[in-house]
């Protein structure tokens, strides 16, 4: 059984990288996506799921692996 959402939020290389470079702040990511995870929508690319908050859009996975608990960040950019 899938967790209702996940409590711990991993960036991959790429996503470390990316939010870097736009100027945006790692934990503020991880607490947005937790905090608008019951908003999540279905992602057309790579990544499962997107949300949509605070001018951000934050593409990942969930949950990680075999990992209910956690989410993992593939990317983030301003919106």
Same mark, same amino acid.
């Given at each position: 059984?899938?967790?209702?959402?996940?409590?711990?939020?991993?960036?991959?290389?790429?996503?470390?990288?990316?939010?870097?470079?736009?100027?945006?702040?790692?934990? %503020?990511?991880?607490?947005?996506?937790?905090?608008?995870?019951?908003?999540?929508?279905?992602?057309?690319?790579?990544a499962?799921?997107?949300?949509?908050?605070?001018?951000?859009?934050?593409?990942?996975?969930?949950?990680?692996?075999?990992?209910?608990?956690?989410?993992l960040?593939?990317?983030?950019?301003? %919106?």
């Open positions: 059984m899938t967790a209702p959402s996940p409590v711990i939020v991993a960036f991959t290389r790429h996503a470390e990288r990316r939010a870097v470079e736009r100027g945006l702040a790692l934990p %503020e990511l991880a607490e947005l996506l937790l905090a608008d995870h019951h908003r999540r929508l279905r992602n057309p690319g790579d499962d799921w997107i949300v949509r908050a605070a001018g951000v859009a934050i593409v990942y996975d969930w949950p990680d692996g075999q990992d209910a608990t956690a989410a960040v593939i990317s983030a950019w301003r %919106e």
